[in-house]
């Protein structure tokens, strides 16, 4: 095997490098033959394996030449360098792009998932509404068939009590004798000799917001009685029909 030194000795030598003086590349190469050239005309005598150059040396290494440029159009490395990076910015530009499109397309998807978001949720705030309406209605009849069944026992009950008056032990008084007894507990002695101009206004505006008061329940009072006077008609009515059957 030929030892790098010996290769690069022999490069040198073919390139023009190698010097008589460099004897740590002399002394890692063979000489060649000891056949001495004949001189020609008038010069110094030479020394065997020896040229007016310096001495020869046999290459070690045969077919290895020097390294050429090959003949042709010159190369412009600043061309190459500017494609090169136009090719950069071409590539960048690409990639700047796609992430740019990218994320336009992520926005365009959270978007669209927020409006449905604030759709669903303005659904379900519409269910809920309609539910909480149904369910008040439901509660309000609820409390309508309450009170009739309430009604419905107590006419009941009148009934019979009507019926068995003597089952009570005692006597039950007659509807002028309650209306006595309401009107005496309701009637006050009105006592306004004493009072002054400022206390009688006040006692009239308290006689006038219990009056009102009055009336109102005498309202109510007409109105479920006759409310209880329908529901007893309707309910003689199906007991009847009932009998007829």
Same mark, same amino acid.
């Given at each position: 095997?030929?030892? +790098? ?13 190698? #010097? ?14 000891? /056949? ?13 394996? @020896? ?25 412009? +490395?600043?061309?190459? @360098? ?21 994320? =336009?397309?992520? %926005?365009?998807?959270? /978007? ?16 809920? =509404?309609? #539910? ?6 439901? /509660? ?8 009739? #069944? ?5 006419? #009941? ?47 009239? %505006? ?5 009056? @009102? ?14 409310? /209880? =006077? ?16």
């Amino acid at each position: 095997m030929v030892s +790098f030194g010996r290769v690069n000795t022999v490069f040198r030598k073919q390139t023009g490098w190698l #010097r008589l003086g460099d004897s740590s590349a002399c002394s890692s190469l063979k000489l060649a033959g000891s /056949q001495e050239e004949p001189s020609q005309g008038k010069g110094p005598t030479l020394m065997p394996g @020896h040229t007016s150059e310096g001495p020869i040396v046999e290459s070690f290494v045969p077919g290895l030449a020097a390294p050429k440029i090959p003949d042709g159009e010159k190369v412009d +490395f600043d061309d190459i @360098h500017r494609k090169r990076m136009e090719k950069d910015l071409n590539e960048l530009q690409t990639l700047i792009g796609a992430h740019f499109e990218g994320r =336009k397309k992520e %926005e365009e998807e959270l /978007q669209g998932l927020t409006d449905r978001i604030d759709k669903r949720r303005s659904e379900r705030a519409e269910q809920m =509404k309609v #539910r909480a309406e149904r369910e008040k209605e439901r /509660q309000n009849k609820m409390a309508v068939s309450v009170v009739n #069944r309430f009604t419905r026992r107590c006419l #009941r009950c009148d009934l019979h009590l009507r019926r068995c008056p003597d089952t009570l032990g005692t006597k039950r008084p007659t509807e002028r004798e309650k209306k006595k007894k309401i009107l005496n507990d309701r009637r006050k002695e009105l006592s306004i000799d004493h009072l002054k101009e400022d206390r009688l206004r006040e006692k009239a %505006e308290e006689l006038w917001e219990w009056m @009102h008061q009055l009336e109102a329940e005498k309202f109510d009072l007409q109105y479920k009685f006759s409310r /209880q =006077k329908y529901e007893v008609t309707v309910l003689r009515n199906r007991v009847s029909d009932h009998q007829k059957v």
